[in-house]
């Protein structure tokens, strides 16, 4: 059984930095491709990045890009979001999302497997 942990939300100030963390168990990711989605109030959960777990490559959106940055750790199985430069309109709920796949997609519904869920504030 696959399981998504996240960890590292908070309130912050605007220009801050969080890093946002996601212990992954129950399978070797080697084949996976890791995301990190976001759901803001009333809104849509949208993509925010992407790794390929076993090349490493990234994928980001526009609207975070520059500013974060997603890795992993194999030998902590673990995900991380760090975030800097922090806006107002980036909280939410943070959610991290595994996908037994090597291809790595923006779209929610593709990915298997979901964590709970950490909330991200940041204040003006």
């Known amino acids: 059984q696959v399981q998504l942990v996240e960890a590292g939300g908070g309130l912050v100030q605007a220009g801050g930095s969080l890093r946002l963390s996601c212990a992954a168990s129950g399978r070797t990711f080697s084949s996976y491709v890791m995301g990190w989605f976001r759901q803001a109030p009333g809104k849509e959960r949208e993509f925010v990045a992407a790794v390929r777990w076993s090349a490493g490559s990234t994928y980001y959106a526009d609207s975070v890009k520059g500013r974060f940055t997603i890795s992993r750790d194999n030998a902590k199985n673990t995900v991380y979001l760090q975030m800097n430069s922090l806006k107002p309109e980036d909280t939410a709920v943070y959610y991290c999302?595994?996908?037994?796949?090597?291809?790595?997609?923006?779209?929610?519904?593709?990915?298997?497997?979901w964590g709970q869920g950490t909330q991200v504030t940041v204040s003006s």
């Open positions: 999302a595994a996908r037994r796949s090597v291809i790595i997609t923006t779209t929610s519904n593709l990915y298997d497997y």
